[in-house]
């Protein structure tokens, strides 16, 4: 599932998406300017990319690994990684998409390590070994009133606690997907598989968190 | 569209991914099949609830913190990078320079030592990589000093509010008991239980 660097090889085609709206290519075309500046040695640039994408990738680690500190350091090792695979990125898929690939690789990666230190099996309950942070700080993007802002905080937990039961592989998809909000074949290229591949995990996927969701998802 | 798609359209369209013609045809298709618009229904809704309860982007906490990890996380991988270019780059010095520089050194070393005897060494600021120091309180700075031959480390804290007498600081440092403490502790007593037996 990984390439031994931990690094994307950027090979697979994917031309800009236009579908996703103006301000989504603006983004990219944005994102495009400061790869090319900081391929040429500029660290502001970098420092840019950095700011304008850590809080995707963090939010798409901390829901794979479940804890904060980790999520933290892991977050900080896929720009380090991206900074030393940067001079290979061809440009070919957004530098998002790029992104949760090296965070694909690096999650994967942190989970061997914690086999191999814990001397158990790759499952999924070295995903599962920390209880998720209720308190953890988050940056809605809309101010709710008290009630829903429970209500919310409360449902989340919920979803989160049965994301925890799907497997790695099947939690990446649904995650990518209905919060990422990336296509089926960037999903493809991140997890290094089929699109037929994606189809049938996020099926399974959804069918699985339906079911763990039953009440709240019924109620709504 | 009078065929049935294959099973990749039907998910790109269940999943709002078709535009133009594809999409087109696949309403005209799906148009007549209630269940495939109630699938799709469903999808959305499903889709709405996650991405309304489990945020896409979650600035991570401390952010001006974690950016300088990163980039002292880089500056480390271009310090070990220049290392071993360094250490290369003079193998043809190496066969003839090498105990000349060495004896230059030693007469060096030796000047270098007559001068200084008997004065104390000073703290000097480490040349190479240092460690972030991260002071949260703003209006805080903070200063790293290390001196290699007296195996010490310092941070000179400035601007930090005084900390009130009434602060007890045992709630925050951990203090071993005896047991845990001396290590003879557990072997004493396994000493006196086989003793009794």
Known sequence: ?????????????????????????????????????????????????????????????????????????????????????????????????????????????????????????????????????????????????????????????????ALGKLSADHREAVILKDVQGLSYKEIADVMECSIGTVMSRLFYARQKLQTLLKDEYESR | MNTNPDETRLALWLDDELTGADLADMEAWAATRPEQLAAREDIRSFRKMMAANLPASEEPPYPDFFLSRVNQGIRELQHAAAAPKAATAFPF??????????????????????????????LAVVPSISPIVYTPEEGVDAQWFSSASAGASVIVLQGVSAIPDSTDFSETVYVPTARESDRTATRETDSKDSAKQ
């Open chain 1, 1 to 161: 599932m990984n390439n031994p660097s931990g690094e994307p090889s950027n090979t697979t085609p994917c031309p800009r998406d236009h579908t996703r709206g103006d301000a989504a290519a603006e983004e990219s075309e944005e994102d495009f300017r400061l790869v090319g500046l900081a391929q040429k040695g500029d660290m502001g640039a970098f420092d840019e990319l950095v700011v304008r994408h850590r809080g995707k990738i963090y939010a798409m680690i901390r829901n794979m690994v479940k804890n904060d500190a980790d999520a933290w350091d892991l977050s900080q090792d896929v720009f380090i990684k991206a900074w030393q695979a940067l001079p290979r990125f061809e440009a070919r898929a957004r530098f998002s998409t790029w992104l949760y690939r090296i965070s694909h690789n690096a999650v994967y990666d942190w989970a061997r390590k914690r086999k191999i230190e814990s001397a158990g099996e790759l499952n999924d309950e070295i995903f599962d070994r920390e209880k998720i942070d209720s308190s953890a700080k988050t940056a809605p993007s809309f101010v709710e009133s008290p009630d829903d802002a429970l209500s919310t905080s409360e449902l989340r937990g919920k979803i989160e606690a």
């Open chain 2, 93 to 122: 010095w190496k066969s003839w320079m090498m105990p000349l520089a060495a004896c230059a050194g030693m007469v060096l070393a030796f000047g270098v030592g007559k001068r200084t005897a008997g004065t104390p060494g000073a």
